[in-house]
């Protein structure tokens, strides 16, 4: 995390955060775009490992499911994989966030294990959509928030000076993580417009699906019980199948609770299937076949 904050900010959820000063971060963010983009080049690799054996056990499934169990095929034409939030205040050390969902992310590898689900996605021709979050100075002047809300626009997580605007945006919060800036900017993957709080009832993601003729989706990203999980639930409300992939996703962890044990839960109740990356790297390539 970057030192461009005036003050602390307790937001009572039992972690202090930095206020951000944003007319300061702007003025520095120019000098410090490459050094963040390194650093968080350098943290991607710190966190490159599949879910910890010690994860795989903490939030195992149950060894005699009571819910039915069912599954969701991948149909070529048909099946897209979708990433929230795939940005730096998530996903990097030098994120805004990092404080409360990095030991998930850790936990989970959900860093390479995203970039896998990337790779798969493109070997095997799978339309890929982005989900992103931005917060634009008039996203600011809201009269009222919930919880985390207020506490996101707090820290200054995924501010954009405007949404024509993309100075100082290159290794900044709102920026992809560095590894997959590759697959995302291949002139293929689709980017949606931002959504706001957390789940896209408000961006173009459907619309976006639908022009495709898209029906599944291979869900994937951050975080588990916030972006992740809201869209999860929209997307089952339009129509959609959905399969979660478990381990490329990860939430916080604070006094109120572990929030990436509480999406678990939510995944396995609702979802059309909830997959390990490895499987759903298989599928994916299966498809392909």
């Known amino acids: 995390m970057d030192t461009n904050h005036d003050h602390d900010h307790d937001c009572g959820c039992g972690v ?28 991607a690799a710190a966190t490159a490992a599949a879910a910890t054996e010690e994860a795989r056990s903490l939030y195992a499934d149950p060894d005699k499911p009571g819910l039915p169990q069912v599954d969701m095929s991948i149909e070529t034409g048909r099946t897209a994989l979708v990433v929230t939030d795939p940005q730096i205040d998530f ?32 070997a095997a ?12 100075p008039h996203d600011h002047k809201w009269r009222f928030e919930g919880t985390l809300e207020k506490t996101m626009h707090a820290i200054g997580m995924f501010d954009r000076l405007g949404p024509l605007d993309l100075e100082n ?42 022009k495709r003729g898209i029906d599944k989706v291979i869900l994937a990203g951050m975080s588990a019980n916030l972006c992740t999980q809201a869209h999860l ?42 997959w390990w990356t490895d499987e759903a790297v298989e599928r994916i390539a299966r498809s392909a076949a």
Not at 16 to 42: F, N, P, S, W, Y
Not at 176 to 181: A, R
Not at 184 to 200: F, L, Q
Not at 233 to 262: N, Q, S
Request: hydrophobic share 45%; glycine share 10%; charged share 20%.
């Open 16 to 43: 202090t955060h930095e206020k951000v000063d944003l007319a300061r971060r702007r003025l520095m963010a120019g000098t410090a775009a490459g050094i963040a983009v390194a650093a968080a080049g350098t943290a």
């Open 91 to 122: 996903l990097s050390k030098d994120g805004v966030t990092w404080g409360v969902v990095g030991e998930s992310v850790t936990e989970q590898g959900t860093v390479d294990n995203i970039e896998r689900l990337f790779v798969a996605a493109k």
């Open 125 to 136: 021709g799978m339309p890929v959509f982005i989900s992103p979050h931005y917060y634009y």
């Open 169 to 210: 945006f290159e290794g900044s919060g709102a920026d992809w993580m560095p590894q997959y800036k590759k697959y995302i900017a291949d002139g293929e993957t689709i980017v949606c417009s931002p959504h706001k709080i957390y789940g896209p009832a408000q961006n173009d993601l459907n619309l976006q699906l639908r």
């Open 233 to 274: 639930y929209e997307l089952l409300e339009l129509g959609f199948e959905v399969a979660v992939v478990r381990d490329a996703t990860a939430g916080a962890k604070v006094p109120e609770g572990d929030g990436y044990l509480a999406a678990i839960i939510n995944f396995r109740m609702v979802a059309n299937a909830v």
